[in-house]
């Protein structure tokens, strides 16, 4: 007979494993992909699944959906890591693949960390999921435009996955407090304040914040009646003091970032190096700060410095590069450059007005003047008729409208006089200038 001992047990298991969702139902978060009648749901509980590419930061349930997949599916599941598979394993598998297609038998190949594996270990794949003999499914953390071979990516459908909401994070928790798997059976005193804290504190990362309950729990005092409580106490003493201030409001984590983001948008190189490092000290992620900078050289810089785009995705390989700590110099030179650049939000205004007009009239057609005409009943149908190639003219100009005849002559983009914008100004003026006196010029000869 053996002996059983306390690591037996099933709540020695990480809290974050054993309240792993087991079914589209108990799936916290993806409304957007996993709502009633959205496709991936649809193609899950259909049990149709075609090679895809789960891509979300962690925590959000990319290995989950495998497992529930998995779980639901007919076709043989076979799962792969990026850090002990090798060609020769992958090229065994694949046989077996093809051997079971023979048979009828489908085959799901499963992925984590897609990003790991090098470009010989994903072109090993790219036959087998050509030929349909096995159906891949990647996740990860990175852009799969970079870290995916292009001929594997074009054959898989792409699903971003998003960072779960306060609010999700909150439900999962409370959960994980009534639910057998989690904390059922015990009595756990903890304020909806406190579960705030929690959420915040894991920037939606569900398994970030079960395994942050979990510490609690374990930390937590138990009182004479055998209850657990969980106090401010108790989670200052499991998470550092800083982290605890920079969320101590369930509001800070959007507060400072959007401090950042105005203090550059406000030219003061001061408030933004504070602020930036307010957010490292409490144990802010890098790359998330990198990315809202990227943003803002676009949406607040634009044109008016071309080399601020440059600075901000150089500053994002560089944190990938390095990581932390080494990586807020990177980052301050980002926000001090941001800050001290000429500022015109022109791009973001003209895409917004672009919206706008590509909302309403999204049924209107391409003008038949800048339409491809490949086949010979294309060009009966006069597609591409009149076409002007811009480069046979001297002044690499045209007057060819290529709006839709309901937007002629609206204007998206109106430039600013800050900076290198002047520049660009210019150039617009000169052109819309040009092609208002040739089209004069042009209806003139035709009369």
Known sequence: MEQSSLFDRIDSEPLASRMRPRSLDEFFGQEHLLGEGKILRKMIEN??????????????????????IAKKTKSEFITFSAVTAGIKEIKKVMEDAENNKKLGIKTIVFIDEIHRFNKAQQDAFLPFV??????????T?????????????????????KELSSDEIIKLLKRALTDKRGFGNEEIIISDDNLKIIANFSNGDARSALTTLDMLVINGETDSDGKIII?????EECLTK???????????????????????????????????????????????IARRITRFASEDIGLADTNALNVAINVYHACHFIGVPECNVHLAEAVIYMSLAPKSNSCYMAYMAASDDAKKMLSEPVPLVIRNAPTKLMKELDYGKGYQ?????????????????????????????QGNEIKFKERLDAIKKWKKDNYIVSNQIDK
């Open 47 to 68: 049990d149709n699944i075609s090679s895809m590419i789960f891509w979300g930061p962690p925590g959000v349930g990319k290995t989950t959906l495998a497992k529930i």
């Open 130 to 139: 050509e030929k349909g003999s096995i159906t891949l499914i990647g996740a």
């Open 141 to 161: 953390t990175e852009n799969p435009s970079f870290e995916v071979n292009n001929a594997l990516l074009s054959r898989c459908r792409v699903f971003v996955l």
């Open 231 to 235: 106090n401010k106490e108790t989670i």
């Open 242 to 288: 800083k982290t605890l201030l920079y969320d101590k409001n369930g509001e800070e984590h959007y507060n400072i970032i959007s401090a950042l983001h105005k203090s550059m948008r406000n030219s003061d190189p001061d408030a933004a190096v504070y602020w930036l490092s307010r957010m490292l000290e409490a144990g802010e992620d890098p790359i998330y």
């Open 389 to 417: 190639y811009a480069h046979d003219t001297k002044e690499k100009l045209t007057n060819m409208e290529c709006l839709p005849p309901s937007l002629k002559g609206k204007s998206y983009y109106l430039p600013s006089t």
